[in-house]
């Protein structure tokens, strides 16, 4: 199902979407929904050794956001708040792994990633919500690269521009994959930042436009059963004798 009044604000690391999150949800009388960058304690680690904390940090952040997630499912299905405008919703955790997991250093590895998809599945897909609306900011990742260093995060010192070359053909299949399972999504050119009230004003228009199919959940992100030829499907172990 959609929740009404659930924004995503969705881009890649360094376009600018904190700042979009939280203007925008004072425009709609929304409330913002903030990447808790500092209460991450394996993310530097991760810069630092990406091999080592991929997986385990990946699975952090789904458990976080998984949490977050509820709550304000919650909070809006009961009254208590109008709306929400999420910095990165927890569609978005899997655009990460997925990437991981195809870096040819297998950061996340194929076992770790099916570990990673089976927790997905049972945490994100068993209550399953989509935002009424994802707003996708796009720029070039030379553009990122600029931003990040202007915000003097030390460490996000060690992002390469593969990386987010990589994080943003990642993002578009994402939302390639998203727009087939219904949602709506809304496209901006984030190269240069636009004004707060023309985005808040095109937010409300494409959040009031039908939606004319909806599909039960989005799972086009698991590797094939071939990615995992040592590992049994669970078909098989009821095929005894």
């Known amino acids: 199902m959609f929740a009404q009044g659930y924004i995503g604000i969705a881009g890649i690391i360094g376009v600018g ?24 304690p394996y993310l530097e680690r991760f810069y630092t050794d990406m091999k080592q904390y991929a997986a385990i940090m990946q699975i952090w952040l789904l458990n976080h956001r998984f949490r977050q997630h509820k709550e304000f499912v919650a909070r809006i299905s009961l009254g208590r708040i109008k709306g929400v405008v999420q910095d990165r919703t927890i569609w978005e955790d899997t655009i990460f792994a997925r990437m991981l997991n195809r870096h040819p250093s297998k950061l996340i590895s194929d076992l770790d990633y099916a570990t990673y998809l089976d927790l997905f599945d049972n945490m994100v897909l068993q209550e399953l919500v989509y935002p009424q609306l994802l707003v996708y900011l796009d720029c070039d990742p030379e553009t990122a690269m600029k931003r990040i260093a202007m915000r003097g995060r030390n460490m996000e010192r060690t992002i390469s521009i593969e990386y987010l070359v990589a994080l943003r053909d990642n993002y578009l299949e994402f939302l390639d994959e998203m727009e087939d399972a219904g949602v709506r999504i809304l496209r901006l050119n984030w190269e240069e930042f636009h004004d707060t009230k023309t985005v808040a004003r095109r937010v409300h228009e494409c959040s009031l436009k039908p939606v004319n199919f909806f599909t039960k959940w989005v799972r086009p992100l698991r590797a094939s059963h071939e990615a995992f030829p040592n590992i049994t499907a669970p078909e098989e172990l009821l095929k005894v004798g």
């Open 17 to 40: 979407k904190s700042t979009l999150t939280v203007d925008v949800s004072k425009e709609l009388g929304f409330e913002p929904i903030l990447e808790e960058v500092n209460g991450n």
